[in-house]
């Protein structure tokens, strides 16, 4: 079982839809939660993270957690062809060796949204 | 405003040539990453470091190492180039964790091809 799971999609909304993007992970002790988007080509920005059960907006962002059920997901609000990615999901884990914390990285879910 | 950057974006590179990626950053993060990412594989962890001279392995850190002899930069170097080592390269930073993982911030990356 993969740390970190996301459907690759491509997931493909219309302008101005809702987007859903959806990311499971394994260990049950990660506190910390985070959504990169990543357009072709270029590196992963931050869009928003969370800690906490519950919803957190941000803007046409909303990050959603329920760590009972090992779940996060981001929904993006009036989708625009902008919004146009690919988004990653990312969970911190314990290193190998040491202990110290790192990230874990889903393979990422790609978003079409069509004008 | 969060500056990462890395010293190329493009190199192409020979079997067995050694090579040297860098990577800067304005932030003062105690916490530097070198990550690799492939199509279907995703973000993968070479080394990272928490504190200068200070470096611990990722998951993937055969046939590279790094070096971190000042705060604002870390060191990624192949030291005999191989075709599997093509890739793209990212570097990021964040603050020393403190509980929960802080936010690493990426460099631009550099895409590598070994010939």
């Known amino acids: 079982q993969k740390e970190v799971e996301q459907n690759s999609g491509p997931l493909s909304v219309p302008e101005g839809a809702i987007a859903s993007l959806n990311c499971t992970y394994s260990?049950?002790?990660?506190?910390?939660f985070f959504w990169y988007r990543q357009y072709s080509g270029k590196s992963p920005e931050l869009i928003m993270f969370i800690y906490s059960n519950g919803d957190k907006e941000d803007g046409r962002f909303t990050a959603q957690l329920n760590k009972a059920s090992q779940y996060v997901s981001l929904l993006i609000r009036d989708s625009q062809p902008s919004d146009s990615a690919t988004y990653l999901c990312?969970?911190?884990?314990?290193?190998?060796?040491?202990?110290?914390?790192?990230?874990?990285f889903g393979t990422g879910t790609r978003l079409l949204v069509s004008p | 405003d969060v500056k990462v950057t890395q010293s190329s974006r493009y190199l192409v590179k020979r079997t067995g040539e050694k090579v040297f990626l860098e990577c800067v950053q304005d932030?003062?993060?105690?916490?530097m990453f070198w990550y690799r990412q492939d199509p279907g594989l995703g973000l993968r962890l070479i080394y990272f470091s928490y504190d200068v001279k200070m470096k611990e392995k990722g998951d993937i850190p055969e046939g590279y190492s790094v070096s971190r002899e000042k705060k604002e930069r870390f060191s990624l170097i192949l030291e005999s180039a191989s075709t599997n080592q093509t890739s793209m390269y990212l570097c990021?930073?964040?603050?020393?964790?403190?509980?929960?993982?802080?936010?690493?911030?990426f460099g631009p990356g550099t895409r590598l091809l070994v010939l």
């Open positions: 990021a930073s964040s603050r020393r964790l403190s509980g929960v993982q802080e936010t690493q911030y």
């Open positions: 990312a969970v911190n884990g314990l290193g190998l060796n040491t202990g110290f914390q790192k990230l874990v």
């Open positions: 932030m003062d993060h105690e916490n």
């Open positions: 260990d049950r002790g990660s506190q910390s």
